[in-house]
């Protein structure tokens, strides 16, 4: 046996330094008997039941671990594919309500340009008509003064400054929409002629014709101003039994 020497100093080797062997069976000694030792044998079978044992509570830690994981990718996968299911229901539901708000705002103009084509067309048959009615309260006391221009045409003929200012004032009226009607054998029309008399039969007529035009008849448009005064003939009747 050798002794270790003290304070750091190597003990002088008077020989060969023997190597020692370290056996990789069963420590041998003195008093053991050759055959293996049934405890030496059983070790490593101890170390690895140790080792598992060991390892065994790391992988019941592991696999918690592991299968949430598995089930949270699963279940991302589940809720990209319903984002992905949802998102085309969410865009046609907002093209939907799109389409319906164009839908009644399409309406809501179409309403409008009706109702202003309406308001105006009313208008303009309101201005007309407010036109008509200045021109037919204008005109209709000129109609004594062109009765009297009949009057004296019918007596003689007009002289020549008197022609004149008659011409003129027959056309201004005229030009105003003031147009005279009336003319002897006209069929009687109870809308535009006024029978002041029946003076008798005509067996030259079929139906009541004005025979004589007391005063003509004068209109705006086809507004009556005043309806001609007419006398009138019946036709002939047939001979009776």
Do not use: W
């Amino acid at each position: 046996m050798t002794q270790e020497p003290h304070d750091g100093a190597q003990a002088p080797s008077d020989g060969p330094v023997e190597t020692a062997e370290v056996p990789t069976g069963p420590a041998a000694g003195p008093g053991s008997d050759a055959s293996p030792n049934p405890n030496a044998a059983a070790a490593p079978e101890s170390v690895t039941d140790a080792a598992a044992e060991t390892a065994e509570p790391s992988e019941v830690e592991v696999e918690p671990e592991t299968a949430p994981a598995a089930g949270a990718g699963a279940g991302t996968g589940r809720g990209k594919h319903a984002d992905e299911t949802v998102a085309p229901d969410a865009e046609a539901d907002e093209l939907t309500l799109a389409q319906i708000a164009l839908m009644e705002r399409t309406a809501d103009l179409q309403r409008l340009q009706a109702e202003f084509l309406n308001y105006k067309r009313r208008v303009e048959r309101d201005r007309d008509l407010i036109r008509e009615n200045s021109t037919y309260a204008v005109l209709a006391p000129i109609i004594e003064v062109l009765d009297t221009i009949d009057r004296a045409r019918e007596h003689a003929p007009l002289e020549d400054g008197f022609r004149a200012v008659a011409d003129q004032l027959e056309r201004i009226v005229a030009g105003l929409g003031l147009s005279k009607f009336g003319e002897v054998g006209d069929p009687f029309d109870p809308t535009i002629h006024e029978a002041l008399s029946h003076i008798g039969e005509d067996p030259e007529v079929k139906v009541t014709t004005c025979k004589v035009i007391a005063k003509a008849g004068y209109r705006i448009g086809d507004r009556v101003v005043r309806a001609a005064q007419v006398l009138v003939v019946d036709p002939a009747s047939g001979p009776t039994e």
